[in-house]
């Protein structure tokens, strides 16, 4: 199957696609990807989280699940998408990725290509589609960012979090032609804090980027997330009237809420889509440096 044919077969299926990243490692977007993933799959949506954290995988490790192939066997044509998804709790889908896998860490053109060939087969499985993505800017980070309709930026109050989320969203605004985000605020102790939060970021952004920021949650700090962790269970159901459990839950319902375009952008097709025109960017600069 070719991409253009894969494309075709998408364009009954209306998935919705949230990126979620954060710029810098440790601000809890796995946690706020799985758990929002659970929440949406307890309000009868059928969900796939893919982990585009290619090379240091983690998601099936936070959940304590068994991972027999992942996405390095589809990219090598060893096996389909299909074959290698998993089930989580709540019957979501996982697509795992590898761990200390350094040749998955930037995708060529062919897997690329592979990548959107293998998405192109899940056709009407699914309705949502959550990409927890990896740290930093690099180039599998920004494509699949730009990819999806709703980009979910994850930011604590920390100034390295800070800093990192703006220049995330410096290099896709500039780069990629992204301006809008949706901002949660994680792991702080109160709503004020958290609007404060918000008004730091913002505060730098209106002066410095051409971006509009939406405040999308304002998610606790809440002991109990270090205790899922170490636990290996998802919070919104080992702990589901905790703080940061009610608040990922009214997360899960407003990104389900959130409109979708009526042209195309946001659906699966959209984001096979993207991720083509990613490759076909690289591969054109890739000749204009020769």
């Not at 993933?37 to 699940?65: H, P, S, W």
């Not at 985000?181 to 410095?208: C, I, P, S, Y």
């Not at 899922?228 to 839950?249: D, G, H, N, T």
């Amino acid at each position: 199957m070719d991409q253009a044919s894969g494309l075709r077969k998408m364009k009954q299926s209306k998935v919705k696609v949230i990126a979620v990243t954060g710029g810098k490692g440790g601000v809890g977007k796995t946690n706020i990807s799985l758990n929002m993933a659970i929440a949406m799959a307890e309000q009868g949506k059928r969900v796939l989280v893919l982990d585009a954290d290619l090379g240091l995988a983690n998601v099936d490790v936070m959940l304590g699940l068994r991972v027999q192939k992942n996405l390095s066997h589809v990219l090598s044509g060893q096996a389909e998408l299909k074959d290698i998804l998993i089930e989580g709790p709540a019957g979501i889908k996982i697509v795992p990725a590898t761990s200390g896998t350094r040749s998955m860490i930037d995708l060529d053109e062919t897997q690329h290509a592979e990548l959107i060939r293998a998405f192109s087969d899940l056709q009407g499985d699914f309705d949502v589609l959550v990409i927890d993505t990896a740290a930093g800017i690099g180039n599998t980070v920004v494509r699949f960012a730009r990819a999806a309709q709703d980009v979910m930026l994850v930011v604590c109050d920390e100034p390295t979090s800070i800093t990192d989320a703006y220049a995330l969203m410096k290099v896709m605004s500039k780069e990629q032609d992204v301006f809008k985000f949706k901002v949660v605020a994680n792991m702080v102790r109160n709503l004020r804090e958290g609007q404060l939060l918000f008004n730091k970021l913002t505060k730098v952004t209106d002066r410095f980027l051409d971006v509009a920021l939406e405040l999308a949650a304002i998610i606790p700090f809440d002991d109990n997330i270090r205790l899922a962790v170490r636990k290996q269970k998802p919070l919104v159901l080992m702990q589901p009237r905790s703080p940061a459990s009610l608040a990922i839950k009214a997360l899960a319902q407003r990104a389900l809420d959130w409109p979708v375009p009526t042209q195309a952008g946001g659906h699966l097709e959209f984001f096979l889509e993207q991720l083509i025109g990613s490759a076909d960017n690289g591969k054109k600069q890739d000749v204009a440096n020769e």
